[in-house]
């Protein structure tokens, strides 16, 4: 199978330029964050408890069918979350980056069957809905030497009001050079990385993703250097009806 995404590529001298991009792998960063030590610590108490658990910082993979850049995601049921991610895209030797949301079945974080064991952070989690990417990208060289500036921000709809919902800089999570060190194959045309994400704000209701689950997400990273920014919103339907 194939899966061409189209990017609008801005240059930060004002040209732009358009990538049709052939997915090969489509990769997921877990456990991202640029304090390892303390993850580490978080990771093992929920080994303690008997879950299975990966190593930190650590990639899984996603089939590369499920990325999109459609402003629609059809999911199976209601218990579907996102969280705004920045994207590497690699084509032709060349490394872009955007803005995406990767989306989980929340019914599936805290995996327990007889023949697994208890699973922490499950690949399949991820595999039951899409990840999204916004349509606009840069280039990596225009922010590499003020990556950990870049703002990712994400925002749900709670009682028809838009609301905050992530804001971090890049600084809070490993760097892609760091990803690129451990894992050379990330660099192999076609890759797609979602590079990990940061826990929701404070200020969201204590009830958005547990009885509450917002129907629409937006996302954008802000280059606060170049004063730009990539932004990307989708709605969310479910493709059966729950009982």
């Known amino acids: 199978m194939e899966n061409v995404i189209e990017f609008n590529v801005y240059a930060k001298n004002g040209s732009v330029s358009s990538r049709a991009v052939s997915v090969k792998k489509l990769c997921l ?73 990767d989306n989980n079945d929340t019914t599936l974080l805290h995996m327990w069957t007889e023949a697994l064991g208890k699973v922490y952070d499950t690949a399949k989690s991820k595999q039951m809905a899409p990840a999204v990417v916004a349509k606009d990208a840069w280039w990596y060289e225009d922010v590499k030497d003020h990556w950990d500036r870049l703002n990712l921000r994400s925002y749900v709809t709670v009682s028809g009001e838009r609301i905050p919902f ?69 709605t969310i339907q479910y493709v059966e009806e729950q009982p």
């Open 29 to 101: 960063g877990r456990s991202c964050s640029r304090d390892i030590e303390a993850t580490r610590k978080r990771l093992d108490e929920k080994r303690a408890e008997g879950y299975a658990v990966y190593s930190n910082p650590n990639i899984c993979r996603k089939s590369r069918y499920l990325l999109t850049n459609e402003d629609v995601i059809e999911v199976q049921g209601p218990k579907v979350a996102g969280e705004v991610e920045l994207v590497t895209i690699v084509d032709k030797g060349e490394v872009l980056i955007s803005v995406g949301s």
């Open 166 to 234: 992530q804001n971090f800089t890049l600084s809070e999570l490993v760097d892609l050079e760091y990803h690129f060190r451990t894992n050379p194959w990330l660099r192999e045309d076609g890759v797609v990385l979602f590079s990990g994400s940061r826990p929701r704000l404070p200020t969201v209701p204590p009830n958005v993703y547990k009885e509450y689950w917002p129907p629409d997400f937006r996302f954008e990273v802000h280059d606060p250097v170049l004063n730009r920014a990539i932004s990307h919103s989708y």
